[in-house]
């Protein structure tokens, strides 16, 4: 293929992330702003409006009638509410085969990696001196796949498969890293289109995060990302990745902007952060020589100051006690199973959100009972693989994270925030930010071959 037709399906494979992370969530967005399920949609505000401190308020005026309101008053109005949004979360027919855009794109994008690795002069796998750490973590995992499969199930083995696919993209993605930036603007893209979704979330969306006071708008946004706080790590790690990759930086300080509105529209106390963070950094990397002194104690106090600030942003009061929680399921996850199980793992899948999905429908996952780890959530990328791979594989994960980042210095940036956001969201399941990371480690594997890459 001549260079411009390989940019031209680049751009391709851009806009195919950008309609596959669209309509991934596109199904629980519409049914949250009662364009789906308009009968579920109403029946959620007449029960919810039955709560006397919230007869009054907008949404109830507008959504719902007094008869429909009186129809439900004799439920528990609490239970009810709660339990009249689940169908948000439960894919019909039509949803999942959207869902399956996401599993096309991936196999389209590493049959495009492969082809092209393999088809150049010099290709193939990368050596031991190019991505030794990686090569380990792929047969770390390996292993834990072949454990996963007799004790957890098929299904729940190749769910844990599913999370590692950024490891086959960062190995077989040379040609696609020399294009990271044609997909850093397709990320962006995304967050433009995200922000464009939020108003209409916020006015006519569900209240299942409670409402903003005095506005009576829905607390928390998610867009198509589904859970707010996807939508929070998403937008931190693509403004990462678009100042890293990105071909011009121009209109950045626009783009970060509309950034800061989409996580404090969701309310995530880890995107708050990161993007703080990142801030900091990028403050920091901007400034002449002579003043990055004084850009880091400015940058630092920043950071600092949204930190201590998250609370009031984000309208949660108990934000500060979510870090615990990670906390605890770790411990759990290390000091909990027997010495050989930590080390190693329980196999591929474990805790993963599909191994979730998959328990409630009755699979050979939850027949093991509540107690089986493959069910055990982790909201965590670095709980999640100690219970995969093991403390060994998740030692192997970092390792490599970091050395990526000290191999390819344009690229520190986006593993810094994906680092930290790790510690809070498993992203080697949230899409699109796992292709992110593919990417990212396949420009760092094949420095070499991308001329200024090391910028």
Not at 4 to 10: R, V
Request: net charge positive.
């Amino acid at each position: 293929m001549a260079p411009e037709q390989h940019s031209s399906w680049a751009k391709l494979l851009a806009l195919a992330l950008l309609l596959a992370a669209l309509a991934n969530g596109a199904g629980a967005y519409f049914k949250r702003i009662g364009v789906l399920d308009r009968e579920a949609y109403k029946a959620y505000w007449a029960v919810r409006c039955t709560i006397p401190d919230r007869a009054g308020q907008r949404p109830c005026l507008d959504y719902t009638t007094p008869a429909e309101i009186a129809a439900r008053a004799a439920q528990p109005p609490m239970d009810a509410a709660d339990a009249a949004y689940r169908y948000v979360y439960r894919p019909g027919p039509v949803e999942r085969l959207l869902k399956l855009a996401k599993d096309a794109f991936w196999a389209v994008l590493l049959a495009t990696g492969a082809w092209t690795a393999f088809a150049a002069m010099r290709g193939g796998l990368p050596g031991r001196r190019r991505a030794g750490l990686l090569l380990w973590f792929g047969l770390d995992a390996l292993a834990a796949l072949v454990v996963s499969l007799p004790v957890n199930g098929v299904l729940v083995a190749l769910a844990g498969l599913r999370g590692m696919l950024f490891l086959p993209l960062a190995l077989a993605g040379r040609w696609l890293a020399r294009h990271a930036g044609v997909f850093a603007l397709g990320a962006s893209a995304l967050l433009v289109v995200q922000a464009a979704l939020v108003p209409f979330e916020l006015w006519r969306g569900l209240h299942i995060f409670h409402e903003w006071s005095p506005w009576d708008l829905a607390r928390r946004a998610a867009g198509t990302l589904v859970q707010p706080n996807s939508l929070g790590v998403f937008t931190a790690c693509a403004l990462a990745f678009h100042f890293c990759f990105a071909p011009r930086r121009a209109g950045f300080a626009w783009l970060a902007a509309l950034g800061g509105v989409l996580v404090v529209a969701s309310a995530s106390g880890t995107g708050m952060v990161c993007a703080a963070l990142a801030g900091a950094a990028l403050l920091w990397r901007r400034a002449p020589a002579q003043q990055r002194r004084r850009a880091a104690v400015v940058g630092a106090a920043l950071a600092a100051a949204v930190l201590l600030a998250v609370p009031l942003l984000s309208g949660r009061d108990e934000m500060f006690e979510s870090p615990g929680g990670r906390v605890e399921l770790l411990a759990d996850a290390v000091f909990g199973p027997p010495a050989m199980q930590a080390l190693f793992g329980r196999g591929l899948g474990v805790g993963t959100n599909t191994a979730l999905s998959l328990a409630t429908v009755g699979t050979q996952a939850a027949a093991a009972g509540p107690g089986n780890p493959a069910v055990t959530p982790t909201d965590s990328t670095l709980v999640g693989l100690v219970l995969q791979v093991g403390v060994l594989g998740a030692a192997l994960f970092y390792a490599a994270l970091a050395w990526a980042a000290r191999r390819d210095r344009r690229a520190r940036p986006f593993y810094a925030v994906a680092a930290l956001c790790s510690l809070t969201l498993n992203l080697t399941e949230l899409f699109p930010v796992n292709v992110l990371l593919g990417l990212a480690l396949a420009h760092s594997i094949w420095l070499d071959d991308a001329p200024g890459a090391a910028a």
